[in-house]
């Protein structure tokens, strides 16, 4: 299925949603060649697919699918008179506690107030379908890896010499889309793509 391909839902049970920025092939695939060498020195549980990095806009949540074609329409109108962005990717971080941490990020550079404005926009359009915004701080990453097993404490020296010379950190694009994304748990890649929604050029 390509990246524009909408996904088709004949039950009615609850399906797992939320809206992202997609990392673009070029960038997915330096990322993922980034983490295959980071995955030979640190040792963690799950290590995102390749095809699977993204930024968070929203986090919906299960969801009826007969809402869907409602859901989609509202976002649609958040991309009306927006115009694309430039975003890149900067320094590794973690989350979780320093020795062990749960996960692994890219943080994200760029024009950060647009995509924050983004995020807001989106989660006003959603707010009277029924969907929460969440209480914690909107905080744009890229999820590299999740929960880390290493038998020594984790070393944060080690990855910040590593990615300094990584050159997938320094990419920069232009972003003219975005996505709505079903989680399919236990399958790889885990994310499936409902509708693609394009950014107005005007």
């Known amino acids: 299925m390509n990246d524009k391909a909408a996904v088709g839902f004949g039950g009615t049970?609850?399906?797992r949603l939320f809206t992202a920025v997609r990392l673009p092939p070029e960038l997915r695939g330096?990322?993922?060649?980034m983490c295959r060498s980071l995955s030979r020195e640190l040792s963690?549980?799950?290590w995102t697919h390749e095809e699977d990095y993204h930024i968070t806009l929203q986090f919906l949540g299960d969801t009826d699918p007969r809402s869907i074609p409602e859901l989609v329409s509202a976002l649609k109108g958040t991309a009306r008179d927006f115009r694309p962005l430039t975003l890149s990717l900067r320094e590794t971080g973690i989350f979780g506690p320093?020795?062990?941490?749960?996960?692994?990020w890219a943080g994200v550079g760029g024009e950060t107030d647009r995509?924050?404005?983004l995020h807001s926009r989106i989660v006003a359009a959603t707010l009277p379908l029924g969907f929460r915004a969440e209480e914690r701080a909107y905080k744009p990453h890229v999820t590299l890896a999740r929960k880390y097993r290493g038998e020594r404490a984790f070393d944060p020296?080690?990855?910040d010499a590593f990615t300094q010379e990584a050159e997938a950190l320094r990419m920069s694009w232009e972003v003219?889309?975005?996505?709505?994304f079903?989680?399919?748990?236990?399958k790889k890649p885990m994310y499936e793509i409902v509708e693609t929604i394009t950014i107005s050029k005007k």
């Open 115 to 117: 995509l924050e404005e």
């Open 30 to 33: 330096a990322i993922g060649g």
């Open 44 to 46: 963690f549980a799950k």
């Open 182 to 186: 079903v989680t399919r748990m236990h």
């Open 157 to 159: 020296g080690h990855l």
């Open 13 to 15: 049970a609850s399906e």
């Open 98 to 104: 320093p020795s062990a941490p749960r996960v692994l």
């Open 176 to 180: 003219e889309e975005w996505v709505l």
